[in-house]
């Protein structure tokens, strides 16, 4: 079975850092892209960034641009967002989804507050 | 940046009746492939996103007929021919044909009356 599991979702103080794990199980990850996609509460989805097999590409969403690094390592099989500099209006479910958005992870929580 | 506007943003649908959302885009999703890459996504309340529809009209295992994608060029629509308890929540489509950034729309919350 696809499994998503996303984690390191938590509080963090305005400026502060986090780093979010998705790990996956029933497939192997190398093969496919791997896209973060994020929900404040309350709001709709937003694309956040996304890595190609074999790191062909990166993409960030404008918002996280210079802020966040996405990076995988496929022996692991999982991918890894490392938020820098977070900022109150990050605050977000954040879920991992696979190539073409057709198996997701159930989010982790990141809260960011003083 | 593509924009994807969806209307209504909250349909109060019976039990038993149709049901249709509209999403349209700012430019035209057909990608230069000749795919078009609008796709249809469900949340349920404390769920995560599930995808319905991919390229238009391309049904995703497990979702039954009775929920149809269709449009072309800047117009697409969701229709459900026969609504279900389990049909209530948010609606969102998405584009990937133009990306970076991939941009979805602003959601449609289906609630039955």
């Known amino acids: 079975e696809v499994q998503l599991v996303e984690s390191g979702g938590g509080l963090v103080k305005p400026g502060g850092s986090l780093t979010l794990s998705c790990a996956a199980s029933?497939?192997?990850?190398?093969?496919?892209?791997m896209n973060w996609v994020r929900q404040a509460p309350g709001k709709g989805l937003e694309w956040v960034s996304s890595?190609?097999?074999?790191?062909?590409?990166?993409h960030y969403a404008d918002s996280v641009k210079g802020r966040f690094t996405l990076s995988r390592d496929d022996a692991k099989n999982s991918v890894f967002l490392q938020m820098n500099s977070l900022r109150a209006e990050d605050t977000a479910i954040y879920y991992c989804?696979?190539?073409?958005?057709?198996?997701w992870g159930q989010g982790t929580l990141v809260t960011v507050s003083s | 940046e593509v924009v994807l506007t969806q209307s209504p943003l909250f349909l109060p649908v019976t039990l038993g009746q149709p049901a249709s959302i509209s999403c349209r885009s700012s430019?035209?999703?057909?990608?230069?492939?000749?795919?078009?890459?609008l796709n249809w996504f469900h949340q349920r309340p404390g769920q995560s996103p599930r995808r319905l529809i991919y390229?238009?009209?391309n049904r995703d295992s497990g979702v039954p007929d009775r929920i149809s994608g269709s449009g072309s060029g800047t117009e697409f629509t969701l229709k459900i021919s026969r609504v279900e308890a389990e049909d209530v929540g948010v609606y969102y489509c998405?584009?990937?044909?133009?990306?970076?950034?991939?941009?979805f729309g602003g959601g449609t919350k289906v609630e039955i009356k």
């Open positions: 989804a696979v190539q073409t958005y057709d198996y």
């Open positions: 029933g497939f192997s990850l190398n093969i496919y892209s």
């Open positions: 890595i190609g097999s074999g790191v062909t590409f990166i």
């Open positions: 430019q035209s999703l057909v990608h230069t492939d000749g795919n078009t890459y």
């Open positions: 390229k238009v009209s």
């Open positions: 998405m584009q990937g044909t133009h990306w970076p950034p991939l941009t």
